[in-house]
C-alpha cells in the first residue's frame, strides 16, 4: 500500500499507527485497536467493550461502528443482553 496524506484517507478507513511490543495499532473512527496475531483489544472511551480482547479485527471494526452509528452492538455483540421473550 502506497503513503497517502493522512487528510486524504477517508474517515472510515483504518489507518496503522505503529507497533508497541507484539502489538499493531491501528485508529479507526476514534477507536485504537490493537492486534497481535489472533488477539485483538479494543480501546474507545464509553464503549461496552473498552479494553476488552476476543474478538477479530474485523469484529473491531463492526462494534466501533455499531457503537458510534447507532448506539447499539452488532450481533452476537448485544449489551446488555436482553431478556428472553416467553412463547406465546
Do not use: C, N
Not at 496524506?5 to 489507518?15: A, C, V
Not at 477479530?56 to 448506539?71: I, R
Not at 448485544?78 to 431478556?83: H, K, L, Q, Y
Amino acid at each position: 500500500m502506497s503513503e497517502q496524506h493522512p487528510e486524504l484517507i477517508p474517515h472510515h478507513e483504518p489507518r496503522q499507527q505503529g507497533t508497541k511490543g507484539v502489538w499493531t495499532i491501528w485508529r479507526y473512527r476514534g477507536a485504537e485497536i490493537r492486534t497481535a496475531g489472533v488477539s485483538t483489544r479494543l480501546q474507545l472511551a464509553g464503549h461496552p467493550y473498552d479494553g476488552k480482547t476476543g474478538f477479530s479485527y474485523e469484529q473491531a471494526l463492526k462494534l466501533v461502528d455499531g457503537w458510534l452509528d447507532h448506539q447499539r452492538l452488532p450481533a452476537p455483540f448485544v449489551w446488555p443482553v436482553p431478556p428472553k421473550r416467553k412463547p406465546i
